[in-house]
């Protein structure tokens, strides 16, 4: 691990000044993806700038029926919090089918949106890596790729997403907010990652600087029937080889509308607008959620090793569906 | 045989209090007067030579002590095992070789400048994939713990061709690495008097002669200190590299230094075992019974070291057959040398081996159980020994009662229940009862207590407490009155923690010195203490009888499975093990040891398996997020009881050993219940999702 300094913020203009000023820095929340990562050596920074003790630990009402979710908010109170298991509870699924107990107790909201993608080769600094050097290659092509990409990757990465909670959030058309050293903005989560094209080395589209204090989750009354479906290589404890988020309002036998993001499936939280589109106006059955996931997955590009979890996403998909149909009955 | 009076209670460990307060000492917490820490840098090719290291930026950085690399190495003599070698060579036979070594002030600082050493190479083309097809499989000498490479009886080619019903298939079994969770740890001091180590390991006599040797000191001069060790797994019972670079570290630093193997390091650096390919020929009569058993291991070794696991001998004792083959062929690979892993040979071989049996009961149309016991052999079919005793039979019948059996759709899968399919699967289980010369002391003082001395060691099985019931038992007192002392080379010499013999090779010698114990006390004061104490020595040789007997242990365990109908997710609700190990001497950490073994047969069946990429040689999934080992969310409900067996040839406790059995057929049994629930047989471990995903 390199030598850094560290530094505690007071409040959100103070930590944004500080990092604004050290451009090898980090912000530094739970610390359960950062500090691996450093371990490794894979960062390297030179300031962390604490703020998890920022006072953004609420979860509050918004007018209209969101919520708000301070962005120190730790996964595991998010995650038991009785509004969020009420409206959300796909999302509060997701939180906890993610990592470990310890892990989120200390994990905050903000961090886990902001953990890095996972791939073997980027993690070990004695291989090349586009996202860890840009131009050095990708190994994980023709290595060790069974949980890489399907979906949304490029000849440079095929790196995946390891949130569950930004799965669910993500179908939930969730807000980013964000201070910044040019002020405040708001990103839709459908536009904070990025996929890796030539640039993997970028997750997000944060600046360097910008800090995330609180994610909005608008109103979506049928959310309360939702769901968050982890298929993974053990009962706990591991990464999704495919997840799905979904939220599915039905009338009369048909779909009215549909929430729908898969996990574990490419380089950022997948929203499966393609699956959106055919389920919306169809009839709630089988043939629309097979339909609807073939549509979905019609652009994977599976390479040597992961091509079960084409097959596996769809299985997921329909089942999800096909249970939520079953329980607007 | 002894009068057993706490043998076999369920004692709580004696060493509990210690380890939940943190007061019991691991290695690398051992502290040390000016203690420095050590980073090691490993090769990052499989195969070449060293063209060059430029350490000066590294020697610069503020606390770095000393830098170790192949050209100012302390030269060392370890001439039997080349890995041990450390540093003494630009050779690099396989990817994270140790290359160079720092001493810093601090851990960190030592982890940091040995990432920045920079090692230029010239690398060669490397030879890391096993094959059965390779054409440069060799014949080794002998096999692990010494058992014959393959052995032969009658005419299996003839018995085949004239058996009534026939099973050939091969079996596969990938990379597993041993991963305890303490790591690797030693802590190297010199003085005038020698060197002193506290390090983790399996026992300090197993390592002793290695480290003496390699520095040229007579083993008197050298101290190895583990009381409480946390795991092994087999990969601390032998030496290895980092500890002899600790001591040299030690030496040109002049100063103590610490080392801590990282998980990643532990990887390349203490073993592992090797995949297996296991091609398996059954052939059977009209009866159902045995007449051609074949089993052919290919598997690998390293090309600095050979390590022959020994796959296929539990073959050669398991079932009738009156024509018979085992074989083992190695491959030498740009790779690190494999080494013993929780129960070596028995546990790949038996998970092929029940399999194969599975497979040949279902083309005999005969039950599982029935067609094991239909072949039982009445003596060891191999050395025609008569058993010293051999439960397989009872713990059959005995399981398959308790599981409930006998409601096992006997139809071949797939069976569905809503969204899964459901199955029930059977295996036998097996491991040699053997033991190993060790010594003994036993000192009375005047008040009563008995000090109980061995260099015995406890990896987190029990050995604590188990020793001392036994001692208590031989000497006919409570264990109030012992005081046990293990894990120090100082104490008298015993064998490591390995191949389950720790606990009847240690209690035999302790109960040898407990009788002369007796016998002194008894003839020459009377029985009173004498107010000086009393002291007397132990010991116990190789088991004369294994010559007239054959000694093993045996089980069986069933499994209950269910498997998810749309994504091929296996989930494990239920698993019994009935085992016939003679006497348990400890009810409660021998059934934590049974149903700890059988955990990790599950873990072999589902999750384990290292990768390693052919393109660098290396481990891709080094750590404990992506080596997936079973969590507690995987082990439901899983037990374990024995049968009443005494065998009075074993061991003056009657006792088998219990640390490996566990987890040989465990894995077999959940395939097997897989098979019966989808129809789809998994040849090739660990059967993960996709290989269901149909």
């Known amino acids: 691990m390199n030598p850094f300094r560290y530094e505690r913020a007071n409040d959100a203009q103070g930590a944004v000044a500080t990092l604004a000023r050290e451009t090898n820095g980090a912000f530094l929340g739970g610390g359960t993806n950062l500090v691996d990562l450093m371990k490794l050596g894979v960062a390297t920074p030179e300031l962390l700038v604490d703020v998890a003790r920022l006072p953004y630990d609420d ?12 962005a120190a908010v730790k996964n595991s109170v998010l995650a038991a919090n009785p509004l969020i298991r009420k409206r959300y509870p796909l999302l509060s699924r997701a939180l906890l089918s993610g990592a470990s107990g310890q892990l989120r107790n200390l994990a905050t909201t903000g961090g886990n949106l902001l953990q890095r993608t996972r791939c073997l080769y980027f993690q070990d600094v004695t291989k090349p890596c586009n996202k860890r050097r ?7 092509r023709e290595g060790y790729h069974r949980n890489l990409a399907i979906l949304g990757a490029s000849e440079h990465c095929i790196a995946t997403h390891p949130s569950d909670m930004a ?5 939930l058309d969730a807000l980013v907010r964000v201070e910044g050293p040019s002020g405040e903005r708001t990103i839709p989560l459908t536009e904070f990652y990025r996929l890796p094209g030539d640039t993997p080395q970028r997750d997000t589209v944060l600046e360097h600087g910008e800090l995330i204090t609180a994610v909005d989750v608008p109103a979506l009354p049928f959310a309360t029937r939702s769901t968050y479906e982890k298929v993974r290589d053990r009962a706990s404890y591991a990464f999704a080889l495919v997840s799905v988020a979904a939220a599915l309002d039905v009338e009369g036998g048909t779909v009215r509308d549909v929430r729908l993001a898969l996990g574990g499936v490419a380089h950022r ?26 549509a979905e997955l019609a652009a994977a590009q599976p390479l ?3 091509a079960f979890k084409v097959t596996l996403a769809k299985r997921v998909i329909a089942r999800a569906l096909t249970d939520l149909a079953e329980r607007a009955q | 045989m002894i009068a057993t009076r706490t043998i076999g209670a369920p004692l709580d460990r004696i060493d509990g209090p210690l380890k939940v307060t943190g007061a019991a000492k691991y290695a690398f917490e051992y502290p040390v007067r000016d203690g420095s820490y050590l980073g090691i840098t490993q090769s990052t090719i499989a195969k070449g030579r060293i063209a060059g290291i430029e350490t000066d930026a590294v020697r610069a950085m503020p606390g770095v002590v000393a830098v170790v690399t192949h050209e100012n190495a302390v030269r060392i003599d370890a001439p039997e095992d080349e890995a041990l070698r450390v540093l003494q060579t ?18 960190e600082i030592a982890h940091e400048a040995a990432a920045h050493i920079v090692v230029r190479y010239a690398q060669e083309p490397h030879d890391v994939v096993l094959s059965a097809d390779r054409t440069d499989l060799y014949k080794p000498e002998k096999v692990n713990a010494g058992f014959p490479t393959d052995t032969e009886e009658g005419d299996v080619e003839t018995a085949l061709r004239r058996a009534h019903v026939t099973h050939e298939a091969v079996y596969t079994t990938p990379y597993y690495h041993n991963n305890p969770m303490e790591m690797h740890a030693t802590v190297a001091t010199w003085s005038d008097d020698g060197l002193t180590l506290y390090d983790s390991n399996q026992g300090p006599h197993g390592i002793l002669s290695d480290v003496a040797k390699a520095f040229g000191l007579p083993e008197q001069r050298v101290r190895i200190i583990a009381p409480y060790v946390g795991g092994g797994f087999g990969s601390k019972a032998f030496t290895h590299p980092h500890v002899i670079l600790t001591a040299m570290a030690a030496k040109i630093a002049g100063r103590p230094v610490k080392c801590c193997l990282t998980r990643h390091q532990m990887f390349s650096l203490v073993g592992y075992r090797t995949p297996t390919i296991q091609r398996f020929r059954l052939g059977a009569d009209g009866d159902g019974k045995l007449i051609a058993v074949a089993h052919d291991v290919v598997e690998q070794t390293s090309t600095i070291e050979e390590y ?11 079932y009738r057959g009156e024509n018979r083959h085992t074989t083992h062929r190695l491959a030498k690979l740009d790779v690190p040398t494999p080494t013993i892993f929780r129960a070596p040979g028995e546990t790949p071989g038996v998970y092929a081996l029940e399999c194969a049996m599975d497979e040949m009961a279902q083309r005999c149309l005969i039950d599982p159980v029935e067609f094991r016991i239909r072949n039982e052999p009445e003596v060891d079919p191999e050395s025609k020994r008569p058993w010293s005793s051999r439960g397989l039979v009872q713990c059959l019948r005995e399981g398959a009662r308790r599981f409930g059996w006998d409601g096992r759709d006997p139809a071949p899968g797939p069976h569905r229940r809503g969204r899964w399919y459901v199955g029930m699967g059977v295996a036998s289980s097996t491991y040699p009862t053997r033991r190993r010369p060790s010594q003994a002391q036993i000192r009375v003082e005047a008040d009563g207590r008995y000090r109980v001395l061995i260099d015995a060691s406890d990896i987190g099985t029990g050995t604590w407490t ?12 409570g264990t109030e009155r012992i005081e046990l002392r293990i894990g120090d080379s100082a104490l008298p010499k015993a064998p490591g923690a390995g191949g389950s013999m720790g606990i009847v090779s240690w209690g035999s010698a302790i109960c040898d010195a407990a009788e002369k114990m007796k016998a002194r006390l008894r003839d020459d004061y009377g029985g009173r203490i004498p107010p000086d104490g009393l002291s007397v020595d132990g010991s116990t040789g190789k088991n004369p009888l294994a010559e007239k007997y054959a000694m093993h242990a045996f089980g069986a365990q069933f499994a209950e499975v269910r498997v998810d109908a749309a994504t091929g997710e296996v989930r494990v609700p239920r698993l019994l093990g009935v085992f016939a190990v003679g006497k348990i001497v400890n009810a409660k950490t021998g059934r934590s040891q049974l149903i700890g073994g059988m955990t990790m047969g599950l873990s072999m069946a589902l999750h384990e398996e290292t990768a390693l990429d052919p393109h660098y040689g290396h481990f891709a999934n080094h750590d404990l997020a992506e080596y997936h080992v079973a969590v507690n969310a995987d082990a439901c409900d899983i037990d374990a009881i024995w049968i009443d067996e005494d065998d009075p040839y074993v061991n003056p406790m009657g006792a088998k050993g219990i640390g490996e059995i566990g987890m040989t057929g465990t894995a077999a049994a959940i395939a097997n219940a897989v098979h019966h629930a989808t129809g789809i047989r998994v040849r090739d471990l660990p059967i993960r999702l996709d290989k269901l995903l149909a």
Request: proline letters at 5%; hydrophobic letters at 50%; charged letters at 20%.
């Open chain 1, 304 to 306: 040597r090793d992961n």
């Open chain 1, 134 to 140: 840009p131009g050095s290659g990708c190994p994980a």
């Open chain 1, 167 to 171: 799965v669910a959030m993500i179908a």
């Open chain 2, 308 to 318: 022959a696991e020994q796959t296929a001998t539990a073959t050669r004792i398991m």
């Open chain 2, 466 to 477: 188990a020793l001392t019931q036994i001692a208590a038992d031989a000497l006919g007192v």
């Open chain 1, 269 to 294: 939280p997948w929203r499966a607008t393609r699956a959106e589109d055919v389920l919306r106006g169809a009839p709630a059955n089988a043939e629309t959620f097979a339909h609807a996931a073939d």
């Open chain 2, 90 to 107: 630009d050779r690099v036979a396989y990817y994270g070789q140790v290359v160079a070594a720092v001493v810093a002030e601090t851990l």
């Open chain 1, 59 to 70: 979860i509050e009402e918004l007018p209209g029926g969101g919520v708000r979710i301070g």
